[in-house]
């Protein structure tokens, strides 16, 4: 099945500054790559999410890259703010079937 | 809307013991999902329906069942319940016409003592 690589597991940024996950996948047939914030208590809510027909999609602060030939796919998130301090969960799936997700990265944001 | 709700919030159970853990959504989705999260890890697929009457097994099925007899409805069985089985559970459901949007309930914390 798929292996869905996440890096890295912790990651603390000052206020305004840039933060960066990255992902990696196994399996070519994968064409749905979605991002989830996950917030203490709750449940995992997508941010933002990128088909393998398309390499890059923005929307606002939040952006996701994708690279089909190396298989790996990337959030970015522009002038952090503290409420942006949650885990981020990266995905990959076969046409809404099964999703394979990464491990999380738990994101500081330093007032 | 409610969107997906989950009962219980939380539960305790002895090992051996049965329960049943509920989901409903109420926005016409044909899939369903059933997902547990381990600490510090992401979620792994229990179980995932496409529409009712059809299920299917995801990554990590053994120890668990589920029924899908209307659309809004997709519980999930532990029979003889095991240490290993203490998790948090996830469902969640995406309408999956074009769009593969997962919208997740609250969670079920389940301890197996």
């Known amino acids: 099945g798929e292996n869905v690589e996440q890096h890295p597991s912790t990651l603390s940024v000052q206020e305004g500054d840039s933060a960066v996950i990255k992902c990696t996948y196994s399996d070519s047939a994968s064409n749905y790559f979605p991002w989830y914030k996950q917030e203490l208590g709750k449940g995992p809510q997508l941010i933002i999410d990128i088909r393998s027909n398309v390499g890059e999609k923005k929307d606002q602060r939040i952006a996701v890259t994708l690279n089909k030939t190396a298989k790996h796919f990337s959030l970015h998130i522009t002038e952090t703010q503290p409420e942006d301090s949650a885990v981020y969960f990266c995905a990959a799936s076969t046409s809404g079937n099964q999703f394979y997700f990464g491990t999380g990265t738990s994101l500081t944001v330093i007032p | 809307n409610a969107g997906v709700t989950q009962t219980p919030k939380f539960r305790i159970l002895k090992i051996g013991q049965s329960m049943t853990l509920q989901c409903t959504q109420d926005?016409?989705?044909?899939?369903m999902y059933w997902y547990r999260q381990d600490p510090g890890m992401g979620l792994k697929l229990i179980y995932y329906s496409v529409g009712a009457g059809i299920t299917d097994k995801g990554e990590v099925p053994n120890g668990y069942n589920v029924s899908r007899s209307t659309t809004e409805d997709f519980p999930l069985r532990l029979e003889l319940a095991a240490p290993s089985q203490t998790s948090v559970y996830f469902c969640?459901?995406?309408?999956?016409?074009?769009?593969?949007?997962?919208?997740f309930g609250p969670g079920t914390r389940l301890t197996v003592t």
């Open positions: 969640a459901s995406s309408y999956s016409m074009g769009s593969y949007e997962q919208y």
């Open positions: 926005m016409n989705h044909n899939y």
